[in-house]
């Protein structure tokens, strides 16, 4: 799964997505996910939901004789016809705090010791995060599951039915393990090629794990948050692995953009979008980052006028980044892999071995954008288990031939991306 993220206030109206979704078949990504562009509460936050059968108006031609529907399908078949299959949130966790649905179903929501609808929330470390605008749902003691859980099949029904394939299923650990497999199961009965990824960040790896085994097809992982040096991702990585494959993503909707973080580093965004192509089953890139836009996506603020281009264009590199992901089986799943001493601290070398074919690789990774680092080894053939010679197939700069020893001086964020397959 490579992921274009289409962001829906960013993009505009329908009739405005065509060219995005060009861009994005054309640079390799198969699958194009939008956030929400269902009919919101008073909020406006796309996740703030009041009509899940309604499209937020903000997408809608309004001078169009087709309906919001009709323009939304067109707008779908369209990437239907480049190639892309389209996965859209399903955020059935919680809903808008003015939905009607609170007033009609008053028995789905969790409320406190004086009747009044609860809010939203999380934990973020030791503190409680509340969404004042959302109101949550109570899928443990509501006396009415039977109508909550046909009222979910219906949302996902209707969505299937405006052309998308997939669901990104919004704070997935905060509905029962039970109620998501009912769902899938269901939806998949008669949906068969359906597609489920959990988003599951912010919570344990426990609750990572059990949400998963409800028969997600993904789940997002924190690759983006790791500095490349602890053992906490890859320990998060191999114990999920065999549960649910992963997807990796260098910035999100929800994170600051990279090339804002980084003060305009170019080679820093190279870095993290290779390594999250190559590192899990499944990547995700929001749109905008190709171009090395600044401003952050909101889920109220932004317009389409915050599509301001500067002359970064990394359309090429990240077109060739995908190619690699497309051609080797051994980027394509949650492959064995581990963390190999090197000569430099500053320089990470990876191994990965696919469990469904043949292919290894080995990936050194610069993992200073900024300054130069130097890699030596004896023989780079010692960290494989195949015999046959190590093929360089880098976005960048491919070697024709390994050297023995290997020295080679890595450019600031540069990756160096080799395959090979055992007999």
Not at 44 to 61: E, G, H, M, Q, T
Not at 140 to 157: I, M, N, S, W
Not at 322 to 349: A, D, H, M, Y
Request: glycine content about 4%; aromatic content about 12%; proline content about 6%.
């Amino acid at each position: 799964m490579i992921l274009y993220n289409l962001f829906p206030l960013l993009a505009g109206r329908f009739s405005k997505w065509d060219e995005h979704l060009a861009r994005a078949a054309k640079m390799g990504f198969d699958w194009v996910y939008v956030n929400p562009i269902q009919q919101t509460g008073a909020s406006r936050s796309l996740y703030s939901i009041s009509d899940y059968f309604k499209i937020n108006p903000a997408f809608v031609d309004a001078s169009s004789a087709e309906s919001p529907e009709a323009q939304c399908r067109q707008a779908i078949a369209t990437g239907h016809t480049a190639g892309l299959k389209f996965m859209t949130d399903l955020v059935i966790n919680h809903t808008a705090i003015d939905s009607p649905l609170t007033r009609e179903h008053p028995e789905w929501f969790l409320r406190d010791h004086h009747g009044h609808v609860l809010n939203a929330s999380c934990q973020h470390g030791t503190e409680t995060v509340v969404w004042k605008d959302l109101a949550q749902l109570d899928f443990k003691h509501t006396r009415d599951p039977e109508g909550l859980f046909h009222y979910a099949v219906r949302v996902v029904e209707h969505l299937i039915s405006l052309g998308f394939d997939g669901f990104r299923c919004d704070a997935a650990y905060q509905v029962p393990r039970h109620f998501w497999h009912r769902l899938i199961h269901e939806i998949r009965r008669r949906h068969p090629h359906t597609k489920f990824a959990a988003e599951t960040l912010g919570c344990t790896l426990d609750q990572t794990r059990e949400t998963a085994r409800a028969g997600f097809d993904f789940v997002f992982n924190s690759s983006k948050w790791w500095d490349f040096n602890g053992w906490w991702l890859i320990e998060q990585y191999n114990l999920v692995r065999e549960t649910a494959p992963s997807i990796s993503f260098p910035e999100s909707h929800d994170t600051p953009r990279l090339f804002a973080e980084t003060n305009g580093n170019l080679a820093a965004l190279k870095q993290r979008y290779l390594f999250a192509a190559l590192f899990s089953a499944g990547v995700m890139m929001p749109m905008g980052f190709e171009f090395g836009l600044r401003k952050q996506l909101h889920v109220v603020e932004t317009t389409p006028a915050d599509w301001q281009l500067n002359g970064v264009d990394l359309c090429s590199f990240i077109t060739k980044v995908n190619g690699i992901k497309q051609r080797f089986p051994v980027f394509q799943e949650e492959s064995p892999t581990n963390i190999l001493p090197t000569n430099n601290p500053n320089v990470l070398l990876m191994w990965k071995a696919s469990a469904a074919h043949r292919d290894e690789a080995l990936i050194i990774l610069n993992k200073d954008p900024w300054n130069p680092q130097d890699f030596r080894v004896d023989n780079l053939r010692q960290f494989v288990q195949s015999s046959a010679p190590l093929q360089d197939v880098s976005p960048e700069e491919q070697l024709e031939f390994l050297p023995e020893p290997f020295h080679y001086a890595l450019r600031p964020g540069q990756g160096i991306v080799l395959v090979t397959v055992r007999k």
